[in-house]
């Protein structure tokens, strides 16, 4: 059972704006702001794509933004194309030392 | 650039060792934590564990306690994982990460697929 939640699915047509929520506890998403989120394609590696919450990697489009309320992270991608179709997972750092992953969601642009 | 090639594929009978590597490249490999993690079949991610700068600590998921072992060499700019007592759940890709500075994964290795099988 991972420990943060993810909706298992979400879509959204091309050009619309979508959110993909990761809710952990006060002791990870809660805590600290070591929240990062991972794209992953088919049969790929995983990507980062957001860490410390909402800070973007050089070369990370800025359709990807991240956010956080409480114990619930937040993803939203913003002007979606055919190429956002993947896998994305949160990970939070937790007061054990340790990461945590959510389940993931997959991502279909219809 | 930052590169982490991994060791190959690996089929191990249950209760089997495994010890995979993973050569750094394209950066100061001495002053970086390094993560493993791994992911089964159609399955999402797993943090594994992760190795200080200097190897001299780790930080291990009680799940994995007792059964996973990681080191790290600096000449060879090499990180290992040793995973005992494998058991056909332990069938992944295991990737090898580096951390970011900010605790985060910004760079994956290739990973490495372990098929566990009798």
């Known amino acids: 059972q991972p420990a943060l939640t993810q909706p298992a699915s979400v879509s959204g047509s091309p050009g619309q704006s979508i959110t993909i929520s990761c809710a952990g506890t006060s002791s990870d998403v809660g805590a600290y702001n070591y929240v990062s989120w991972y794209q992953q394609h088919p049969g790929r590696v995983p990507k980062l794509m957001i860490y410390?919450?909402?800070q973007r990697p050089s070369g990370v489009s800025h359709r990807f933004s991240g956010s956080k309320s409480g114990n619930t992270a937040s993803l939203t991608i913003s002007g979606l194309q055919d190429d956002d179709e993947a896998d994305y997972y949160c990970?939070?750092?937790?007061?054990?030392?340790?990461?945590?992953f959510g389940g993931g969601t997959k991502l279909t642009v219809l | 650039q930052v590169q982490l090639v991994q060791s190959g594929a690996e089929v191990k009978k249950p209760g089997a060792s495994v010890r995979l590597s993973c050569e750094a490249s394209g950066y100061p490999f001495n002053t970086y934590y390094m993560h493993w993690v791994r992911q089964a079949p159609g399955q999402g991610l797993e943090w594994m564990g992760r190795i200080s700068p200097s190897g001299d600590f780790t930080n291990y998921p009680q799940k994995f306690q007792g059964r996973v072992t990681m080191t790290r060499d600096t000449p060879t700019s090499t990180v290992y994982v040793e995973l005992n007592s494998l058991r056909s759940e332990d069938t992944a890709i295991y990737y090898c990460?580096?951390?970011?500075?900010?605790?985060?994964?910004?760079?994956w290795g290739q990973g490495t697929l372990v098929t566990v099988s009798s």
């Open positions: 990460v580096r951390d970011g500075h900010t605790w985060n994964f910004d760079y």
């Open positions: 990970s939070s750092y937790t007061s054990s030392t340790s990461w945590v």
């Open positions: 410390g919450v909402s």
